[in-house]
């Protein structure tokens, strides 16, 4: 079952603005990763965040994480073409004895 | 390091076959993970293994089984093939240990499997 629902499902943008993705999720969480896919090839990890760590940056990545909204956000600045993809977020709960619970995912497109 | 690598990566089967996936992780990587990606259901937790013993099992039916070896490479298999297994399998390798919240996962280029 899914546990993250990303918002919007897509999004399309002007290369250089910022692109925000949303994520909710539904149970409590040990921490929130935020993955990137392009075109049906594999996962490749952007950035973990802890349940206890509010924002976290890595890059043009910015990512904050409100547990008592059961939400999280990454937010893309200054996009360039090679951003276009797909973006997942999943939650890792469970007391670690569970799988990652991805999202359905929010696919990205930049335009040149 | 090398990254993750997964053998075939692309395959077609008829209705009732078996497969086998193959999921070699990163060196030292002992926690390997299997996912499925439909379009129709987006990326499914399969299975789980650390040093050999399935961790977790994710809401699968029993045709979909595992192991893990001693070096700790990966296999998948599913037996009497259905057109809904027709997906991407994909394969993820961490650092993460027995009990504890998952790492950052490294994923291979998956396998796309084709059920006709």
């Known amino acids: 079952s899914q546990q993250g629902e990303e918002d919007p499902q897509a999004l399309s943008i002007q290369e250089g603005e910022n692109a925000t993705m949303n994520c909710s999720y539904k149970t409590s969480i040990n921490n929130l990763q935020w993955y990137r896919q392009n075109s049906g090839r594999g996962l490749v990890h952007l950035i973990l965040?802890?349940?206890?760590?509010r924002e976290k940056h890595s890059g043009r990545l910015r990512v904050t994480l409100d547990t008592s909204k059961k939400s999280s956000s990454l937010l893309i600045t200054a996009s360039r073409a090679a951003d276009t993809a797909s973006y997942f977020c999943a939650t890792d709960s469970g007391g670690g004895a569970d799988g990652l619970t991805f999202g359905k995912g929010t696919h990205l497109i930049i335009q040149p | 390091k090398a990254g993750v690598t997964q053998t075939p990566r692309y395959l077609i089967k008829t209705r009732g076959q078996q497969v086998t996936l193959s999921c070699s992780p990163i060196s030292g990587h002992r926690s390997v993970s299997w996912y499925q990606q439909t379009p129709g259901q987006g990326l499914q937790f399969l299975f789980e293994y650390f040093s050999e013993t399935q961790r977790n099992k994710g809401n699968f039916p029993g045709r979909f089984s595992g192991r893990q070896f001693s070096n700790s490479r990966s296999e998948m298999n599913v037996s009497t093939l259905e057109l809904g297994d027709s997906a991407l399998y994909l394969c993820?390798?961490?650092?993460?240990?027995?009990?504890?919240?998952?790492?950052?996962?490294?994923f291979g280029p998956g396998t796309r499997l084709t059920v006709l």
């Open positions: 993820a390798s961490s650092t993460t240990q027995t009990g504890l919240p998952h790492n950052e996962q490294f």
């Open positions: 965040i802890r349940s206890n760590e």
